[in-house]
């Protein structure tokens, strides 16, 4: 079992920069993918960034370049570092834990955060 609490979310302008934490509890941090999601009004849910447990990283195209993702183990924390922020990247954004499958499929992540809000305004 994992809990997932993310925190960093809020009201930003276009151009500007935000970090997103997640804070993870439970046994074997390390052995899973982290992965973060994002879902903004009237769409399905998707990927922004995963970090595997070998520390592999994969980006979606639209915000490739302006986003890093990185994880610390011995903190059992996973970051994602967004800079260049538009109007488009207004959405809720989770934190997701698993070791099943695909790292860019969302359901590969058997455990998920409440999420946090991160909204761009111009």
């Known amino acids: 079992q994992v809990q997932l609490v993310e925190s960093g979310g809020g009201l930003v302008q276009a151009g500007d920069s935000l970090r997103l934490s997640c804070a993870a509890s439970?046994?074997?941090?390390?052995?899973?993918?982290m992965g973060w999601f994002r879902q903004g009004p009237g769409k399905e849910r998707e990927l922004v960034a995963v970090?595997?447990?070998?520390?592999?990283?994969n980006y979606a195209d639209s915000v490739k370049g302006r986003v890093t993702i990185s994880r610390d183990n011995a903190k059992n924390t996973v970051n994602l570092q967004m800079s260049s922020l538009q109007l488009e990247d207004t959405a809720v954004y989770y934190c997701?834990?698993?070791?099943?499958?695909?790292?860019?499929?969302?359901?590969?992540?058997?455990?998920w955060g409440q999420g946090t809000q991160v909204t761009v305004s111009s």
């Open positions: 439970g046994r074997s941090f390390s052995s899973y993918d």
């Open positions: 970090i595997g447990a070998g520390f592999s990283t």
């Open positions: 997701a834990a698993g070791r099943s499958g695909p790292l860019r499929s969302v359901y590969a992540y058997t455990y």
